[in-house]
T-cell receptor, first 116, second 113 residues
Framework: GAVVSQHPSWVICKSGTSVKIECRSL??????MFWYRQFPKQSLMLMAT?????????EQGVEKDKFLINHASLTLSTLTVTSAHPEDSSFYIC????????????FGSGTRLTVV | AQSVAQPEDQVNVAEGNPLTVKCTYS??????LFWYVQYPNRGLQFLLK??????LVKGSYGFEAEFNKSQTSFHLKKPSALVSDSALYFC???????????FGKGTRLSVIA
């Protein structure tokens, strides 16, 4: 149980375009979703925390106008990379808090974004 | 603020030998500690966690970890490594509340046949 489905798995886009990444909780209600970014051979860096129905809280140094996060329902959170540039190329992973579970958190399978 | 240190970028071990992946942490209150494994271009898979109770925690795929409060460590161990254990391993911590996990930089484990 407690599966988060993340799509797309990979995407290639041109500089200047926008890309939307979706994370859906399939069998539970995700009141809180965390968005991470992972550079090659590096750790996961928290970008923002989103709570259903409210504005996301961004970590220091993360541009909120560039990385738009929407968490309008208990089963869907989206991250939109606006006006993407090559330096935005990265692996993006969402994670949901799962209460009353043995593992506490569940992670999406990640999205590999390449901006050309 | 909480933090995690994984001092080794890479750990190499022969198949069948025991393995240890090190992790130390820093939190202001009681720690909630996790280990995850990541395969290439994939999300994170949960291995085990420590919240309270026995210091030795047993998890998935034969992995275990020992919580040591005095040394603020939570090393991951497995008695007999498999080639299929080769992956990237992350230690993570959070304090109490609905807070996100803070991850270590990761340790790449390579098990050689």
């Amino acid at each position: 149980g407690a599966v988060v489905s993340q799509h797309p798995s990979w995407v290639i886009c041109k500089s200047g375009t926008s890309v939307k990444i979706e994370c859906r909780s399939l069998d539970f209600q995700a009141t809180t979703m965390f968005w991470y970014r992972q550079f090659p051979k590096q750790s996961l860096m928290l970008m923002a925390t989103s709570n259903e129905g409210s504005k996301a809280t961004y970590e220091q140094g993360v541009e909120k106008d560039k990385f738009l996060i929407n968490h309008a329902s208990l089963t869907l959170s989206t991250l939109t990379v606006t006006s993407a540039h090559p330096e935005d190329s990265s692996f993006y992973i969402c994670s949901a808090r799962v209460f009353d579970s043995a593992y506490g958190y569940t992670f999406g399978s990640g999205t590999r974004l390449t901006v050309v | 603020a909480q933090s995690v240190a994984q001092p080794e970028d890479q750990v190499n071990v022969a198949e069948g030998n025991p393995l240890t992946v090190k992790c130390t942490y820093s939190v202001s209150g009681n720690p909630y500690l996790f280990w995850y494994v990541q395969y290439p271009n994939r999300g994170l898979q949960f291995l085990l966690k420590y919240i309270t109770g026995d210091n030795l925690v047993k998890g998935s795929y034969g992995f275990e970890a020992e919580f040591n409060k005095s040394q603020t460590s939570f090393h991951l161990k497995k008695p007999s490594a498999l080639v299929s254990d080769s992956a990237l391993y992350f230690c993570a911590v959070r304090d109490s509340g609905n807070t996100p996990l803070v991850f270590g930089k990761g340790t790449r484990l390579s098990v050689i046949a």
